[in-house]
């Protein structure tokens, strides 16, 4: 075998074949981000969707409205977060029992949440049920479309005292999404049965008559906790920390205290509305406060 020298080396280069021209650099797509998350829980199949996402300027005027902007800013430092701008998630969730199609939360507008709805595979006429947590904005949105219901054969279900409120509160999103409905909707208190499987939880604090759902089938459960924490670290992690939305702060914090004690005690999973998408993973205890653990494969079965 020759030595290798480097006329060899010049000799073989001479005869490889030349590289192709460079094309055009390929085009910018732009973020891109997954819509919809699908797993089994026992004998259900569940969906988390993505009806939208949005930013928001000084986070510090939402979240922890009662701590120090050191204590703010410290904190955020410390877990990689920026204090001038805090990117908010809304997720709506599907359970299918096999039975029956229900939709906890509607998202921010019709239009938007049915497209993400059709591209997680359902059509809204499919849906049996329509359960609220609560009755902020970003919740009841798109309960109609251009002024029609978008869920043309469901029947609603929400809290007696949420419904209660919000009925004599002259709200312009209850007055237009809501009260349209009214006839079609049923109401719960807590530890009530809204379907086979599914328990509404009373949960009072960021609104009035707020309620969490929880899920079970076969040896596998579920708590969909609505608003009762709107972030990891800025509210499941400092529990205490006032969210502006909260309509009564200590009720707020002390219901979230309450639930995030039951998700770690009993290890159930849960998804929160506001946390990052697919907004599902469990909570754990963590000194005087909780800590948060996305779901990293549990479900992929």
């Not at 938007?112 to 591209?119: F, Q, S, Y």
């Not at 005292?161 to 079609?184: H, I, K, Q, S, Y």
């Not at 800590?291 to 990293?296: G, K, L, Q, Y």
């Amino acid at each position: 075998m020759p030595a290798l020298t480097r006329r060899n080396l010049l000799s073989a280069a001479a005869v490889l074949p030349l590289a192709p021209a460079a094309h055009a650099a390929a085009p910018m797509l732009g973020a891109s981000f997954a819509r919809h998350r699908r797993f089994t829980l026992g004998e259900f199949e569940v969906t988390t969707i993505l009806a939208g996402t949005a930013s928001r300027e000084d986070p510090h005027s939402i979240f922890g409205t009662n701590v120090t902007t050191e204590e703010f800013s410290a904190v955020s430092e410390a877990n990689f977060l920026s204090t001038e701008m805090a990117q908010f998630y809304f997720t709506p969730t599907i359970i299918n029992t096999g039975a029956e199609l229900v939709l906890f939360d509607t998202g921010l507008n019709g239009a938007a949440t049915t497209g993400v709805l059709a591209a997680a595979g359902y059509s809204p006429d499919q849906f049996d049920k329509i359960v609220l947590t609560h009755m902020h904005g970003d919740h009841i949105g798109g309960l109609m479309t251009d002024g029609a219901p978008t869920f043309p054969n469901a029947t609603y279900i929400t809290g007696q005292t949420e419904f209660d409120f919000w009925a004599g509160a002259e709200n312009e999103g209850f007055e237009g999404n809501v009260r349209p409905l009214a006839d079609r909707f049923s109401f719960v208190g807590d530890d009530a049965a809204v379907t086979g499987g599914v328990t509404s939880v009373a949960s009072f604090g960021h609104t009035p008559g707020h309620m969490a759902y929880r899920i079970d089938s076969g040896d596998a459960s579920l708590l969909i906790m609505g608003d009762l924490a709107a972030h990891p670290i800025w509210s499941i992690a400092n529990p205490d920390w006032e969210l502006r939305f909260d309509m009564d702060k200590a009720a707020a914090s002390a219901t979230r205290r309450r639930m995030l004690d039951l998700a770690a005690t009993d290890r159930i999973a849960a998804v929160f509305y506001h946390v990052p998408f697919p907004a599902l993973g469990f909570v754990d205890r963590d000194g005087d406060g909780y800590r948060w653990v996305p779901e990293t494969g549990q479900f992929m079965g």
